[in-house]
């Protein structure tokens, strides 16, 4: 009877547990998982004046209120949303590869939303990337 007990409690604080966190938001500092088919893409658009200004445009229609003009995660929604804005002009963000950047703007996760279909064209987003770059410090 007493391992029964034991049984149902643990299996009880196990469920509570897994409830508990599907709910709590997540923070910036949690990782960022990106397949490594991602991490090893390279991009194929040029980093030149025409696909920056792309970029530029697209992320001022689709990324500036959440991320901020400058990428500092200070756009005039980033304090309604649970989950911080990445910075974009530290070293830690520019250091990731051009493919883990077109993953998590295509896919997103949280409040971040997955622009594949907003962005439908790859190379569009390819073009943020190389705008987001020109955010550094």
């Known amino acids: ?9 643990i299996m009880l604080a196990a469920f509570a547990l897994t409830v508990f966190t599907a709910f709590v938001p997540r923070g910036a500092g949690d990782p960022w998982l990106v397949p490594d088919k991602y991490k090893k893409m390279k991009n194929p658009v040029a980093s030149d004046k025409a696909s920056i200004d792309l ?3 697209l992320y001022v229609k689709h990324c500036k209120s959440c991320h901020g003009t400058k990428g500092l995660g200070d756009g005039t929604k980033a304090a309604q949303l649970k989950t911080k804005c ?14 883990s950047l077109l ?3 295509s896919e997103g996760r949280d409040d971040m939303p997955s622009f594949k279909k907003k962005i439908p ?4 987003i390819w073009a943020v990337v190389n705008y987001m770059r020109t955010l550094k410090k």
């Open 86 to 99: 990445g910075n974009f002009s530290t070293a830690d963000f520019q250091g990731q590869s051009d493919g």
């Open 121 to 124: 064209d790859q190379s569009d």
């Open 103 to 105: 993953f998590k703007i």
């Open 1 to 9: 009877m007493n391992t029964r007990y034991f049984l149902s409690t």
């Open 55 to 57: 970029g530029k445009s």
